[in-house]
């Protein structure tokens, strides 16, 4: 039932509904009030589409990146969090990655690099209704294609969202001893939730963000004055990431 919630909730929370509720709203309004609703539709397009504001808003929310020096030189393994391949695309020959393959390309770094052992990747199928097979599955694929052997892949293939990650997460390294050390990997912008979870549960993995939504300030006009489509998506994730944070507190998950 949460994870159903949640979908309608993302939905609910996207400010191109509100923006298209705002210009129907001005459609139907009677004729005095039709004002008011189109200039709400345009602050609202004017704010979320500002690269500057929105670049200012990530840099406050996302999580600073971690230089490898600061790692510990041999951790037990880097877990990786899913949500950045496509599991309902077909044909089911290949794997698709999406926004977030950072975080894939980061854990596999982590590994190359000798700073992790192994690599647990955690996360199920996003299908609503049909059955797909699961993006550790996928990730699991590209880490052997890279060189990685199956020794060093651990798969936890039944969370849903990130607080089943930590949960079922634990639950495997109950059952896989020598697994004390642990870097947790996943997107910036989502590494408050995730660690907030896994501490929740007992855990205490090492932070390292991937996949950074934020840009270095940059003093040219377009930064500050041109729309951008990339802002309006950023900003459009970052509401959802900060309202999945409250839900998240509320219902003491973190």
Not at 1 to 15: A, E, I, Q, R
Not at 46 to 59: A, C
Not at 129 to 137: D, I, P, Y
Not at 153 to 178: C, M
């Amino acid at each position: 039932m949460f994870f159903l919630l949640s979908k309608v909730l993302d939905f609910l929370l996207l400010p191109t509904v509100w923006l298209l509720a705002l210009l129907i709203a001005g459609l139907l309004a009677q004729p005095l009030n039709r004002r008011r609703w189109l200039v709400a539709a345009l602050v609202l397009t004017g704010l979320s589409t500002n690269s500057f504001l929105v670049n200012e808003l990530l840099l406050a929310w996302e999580r600073p990146p971690v230089a490898l020096a600061a790692l510990p030189r041999h951790a037990d393994a880097a877990v990786l969090l899913t949500g950045i391949t496509a599991v309902n695309k077909s044909p089911h020959d290949r794997v698709y990655l999406g926004a977030g393959a950072d975080r894939f390309t980061s854990a596999l770094w982590l590994y190359r690099a000798g700073r992790v052992r192994r690599i647990l990747i955690s996360g199920g199928s996003g299908a609503v209704a049909a059955k797909a097979h699961t993006e550790a599955h996928d990730l699991a694929t590209l880490l052997r294609l890279a060189g990685v052997p199956n020794s060093a892949i651990i798969l936890e293939e039944k969370s849903r969202n990130t607080r089943e990650n930590a949960l079922f997460t634990k639950q495997l390294l109950a059952t896989t001893p020598g697994m004390d050390t642990l870097i947790l990997v996943t997107s910036a912008f989502h590494q408050r939730r995730a660690l907030g979870c896994f501490e929740k549960v007992g855990l205490r993995p090492i932070a390292f963000p991937a996949g950074y939504r934020s840009a270095d300030r940059r003093a040219t006009p377009d930064y500050w004055l041109v729309p951008s489509p990339e802002a309006l998506e950023n900003f459009s994730l970052l509401i959802h990431e900060v309202t999945g944070w409250l839900t998240y507190k509320a219902l003491g998950y973190l």
